[in-house]
């Protein structure tokens, strides 16, 4: 006789899995880590690509530190060079 528990069931399963909330980087154009993570592997290698591809522009310019702090640790872990605007 297999006994079933509430964890068994895929849906539960689905619900229950917990997820990093999503971080703010940039505040003018209201973009999360979340946003610009899908633009930072695949060859983009600079700020202004980033922000291209999310189809906006930096405004006042105080996340794009961050932004290029988050470009070159995807380079490292891709092997390449990144961060130059
Ligand atoms: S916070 Fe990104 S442009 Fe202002």
Not at 53 to 72: E, I, Y
């Amino acid at each position: 006789m297999m006994l079933r528990t509430i964890r068994n069931i895929p849906m539960l399963q689905f619900v229950t899995k917990r997820r990093e909330p999503a971080m703010y980087v940039c505040l003018c154009n209201a973009l999360t880590d979340r946003d610009f993570s899908p633009h930072m592997a695949g060859g983009t290698s600079s700020v202004s690509m980033v922000y291209r591809a999310c189809g906006c522009q930096p405004q006042c310019g105080k996340c794009v530190p961050f932004v290029r702090q988050m470009l070159r640790q995807a380079a490292e872990v891709e092997g390449k060079s990144a961060g130059a605007d």
